[in-house]
């Protein structure tokens, strides 16, 4: 409903809007601005297409409006293309005609004359001035020109002298040709000696990782060496505590010893005593058992 | 009858307009003002746009043609309109 509404309004606005044109190209044309336009009989056409629009809004009430205003159409896109075509046609041979004219030297051309004022006269004046300098540049150049001839002859003075030089160069080029080769012996050499001392490198390299490696052991061994080296300090003194209180012992065990010895002597001379009290005892009991066996014999008698 | 002769009115319409089209394209070399006959040419574009979809009411229809018909009347003829309006200020300036 509203879209409907909308699509009426808009026949209005667009029918007003080509009628603003339209009003405004053709007051335009009254007023002779566009002239300049080729194509302003095929606009004067292309504008009132517009017409089209305008008319649409009566078309509601015939439909005799719709097919007039189809047929106007028709008839305002046959102007406009006869019109374009002949437009067209029309400047194009204009154009080839004055190409033709410009381009033949013996034609007299009101163009040709503008083309000179326009174009050529100023780029002659520019050659003039081009010229001008050319002439300032090549008095320069004259003058270089000596310069320099004075100057190819020192060149050729240092030229012979150069060739002289280049003789002796290839004297020398020979000696420094063989001193190359020894270079190149020489930078042989020196590379493999390089390569050697790479290799030596590497390995030293290698050793010293290795040197490392037991150095840390070592390192650790020390570490563990000084530990029981203060271990054995330790039981040293303790031993030394020890053998003090031995020797302390063993003099004590002396002392007693010697006590000891001497009561063995007393005990040895208390025993050679009782031995000799025993054989005294032995001697005194064999008397008594002779005393005893003559008692009984005499007993028995 | 009158149907047929509308169907070939409205092909021929829209076959001029082109071929107009391009001929105005071609003169535009001879031109001097030259961005004032673009504008022109797509006022030209956008009328040949609505053209095209009034000729297509021959081959769709319904919601189709309902569609392309509001898309036209509210798009490409504004746009039509407002390209002259603007040639002319511009011609006028």
């Not at chain 1, 031995?275 to 032995?282: I, T």
Request: proline share 1%; with cysteine.
């Amino acid at each position: 409903m509203v879209l409907d509404i909308l699509l009426v309004i808009q026949k209005y606005v667009t029918a007003l809007l080509f009628l603003i044109a339209i009003v405004l190209w053709f007051a335009l044309r009254v007023k002779k601005v566009g002239r300049e336009f080729n194509l302003r009989y095929a606009l004067d056409f292309v504008f009132l297409i517009g017409l089209i629009f305008i008319i649409d809004l009566f078309s509601s009430y015939s439909i005799y409006v719709g097919i007039a205003n189809k047929f106007l159409l028709l008839f305002i896109t046959i102007v406009l293309f006869l019109l374009t075509l002949i437009n067209f046609r029309r400047r194009k041979i204009i154009r080839e005609r004055t190409l033709r004219d410009v381009a033949d030297h013996e034609m007299e051309n009101p163009l040709k004359k503008e083309i000179d004022r326009a174009v050529f006269t100023p780029k002659f004046r520019e050659l003039d001035k081009i010229k001008g300098e050319l002439k300032k540049e090549q008095s320069k150049l004259d003058r270089r020109e000596d310069k320099i001839k004075f100057k190819e002859k020192e060149i050729e003075k240092e030229l012979r002298e150069l060739e002289s030089r280049e003789k002796e160069f290839e004297n020398s080029r020979d000696d420094f040709v063989n001193k190359e080769k020894d270079l190149k012996k020489f930078e042989k050499d020196l590379m493999q000696m390089k390569d050697d001392l790479e290799r030596r490198g590497h390995d030293l390299e290698y050793l010293r990782k290795s040197l490392e490696k037991e150095n840390e052991g070592i390192k650790k061994r020390k570490e563990k060496y000084k530990d029981r080296e203060e271990n054995l300090l330790k039981e040293y003194d303790k031993l030394d505590n020890e053998r003090d209180e031995v020797l302390t012992e063993r003099g004590r065990l002396k002392k007693e010893l010697n006590k000891i010895e001497k009561d063995r002597i007393k005990l040895e001379q208390l025993k050679n005593e009782v031995v000799e009290k025993k054989k005294d005892l032995d001697l005194q009991k064999n008397r008594l058992n002779k005393y005893e066996k003559e008692l009984e014999t005499k007993l028995e008698k | 009858m009158i149907d047929e002769i509308l169907f070939y009115a409205d092909i021929a319409i829209v076959v001029l307009l082109v071929v107009s089209f391009i001929f105005i394209v071609l003169s535009k070399k001879y031109e001097e003002k030259k961005e004032s006959i673009s504008i022109v040419l797509a006022g030209l574009i956008f009328l040949l746009i609505v053209l095209l979809i009034n000729f297509s009411g021959y081959f769709f229809s319904g919601i189709v043609l309902s569609y392309l018909d509001i898309t036209s009347r509210l798009v490409f003829v504004p746009l039509m309109g407002i390209c002259f309006i603007s040639f002319l200020i511009l011609l006028r300036d």
